[in-house]
């Protein structure tokens, strides 16, 4: 129900926007996150969005870098990244919390209820 896609390959210093498609319902009340996982590391919290009100919340590491927003009428969720890192390289993740909880919009993990299959964004130096 979650199509993450929009990774790829990018210079370090570089942009890029990945979505979040989401099919067969609707996202009212929900809280949508952005995880990753890079190799032998553990799953991170990149950020949440509150589908209602837009309103985002984002790890310190993307801070000033990462936008995260939302178009209702399409039900998709973006990720827009800018000044990537090689350390950005990983694959990223998006996520649904249907209860809206704040714990979730703020990185609980085990909160969210649906995943999507992830995309793979790689950063070159």
């Known amino acids: 129900q979650l199509q993450a896609s929009g990774g790829g390959l990018v210079q370090a210093g570089g942009s890029l926007r990945v979505s979040c498609a989401a099919s067969?319902?609707?996202?009212?009340?929900?809280?949508m996150g952005w995880f990753r996982r890079a190799p032998g590391k553990e799953r991170e919290f990149v950020g949440g969005?509150?589908?209602?009100?837009?309103?985002?919340y984002y790890s310190d590491s993307v801070k000033g870098r990462f936008t995260i927003s939302r178009d209702s009428a399409r039900n998709v969720m973006y990720l827009q990244m800018s000044s990537l890192k090689p350390d950005d390289t990983a694959v990223y993740y998006c996520?649904?919390?249907?209860?809206?909880?704040?714990?979730?919009?703020?990185?609980?993990?085990?909160?969210?209820?649906?995943w999507g299959q992830g995309t793979q964004v790689t950063v070159s130096s």
């Open positions: 996520a649904a919390d249907s209860g809206g909880y704040s714990s979730t919009f703020r990185g609980r993990a085990a909160g969210y209820d649906y």
């Open positions: 969005i509150t589908w209602n009100t837009g309103l985002a």
């Open positions: 067969g319902r609707t996202f009212s009340g929900y809280v």
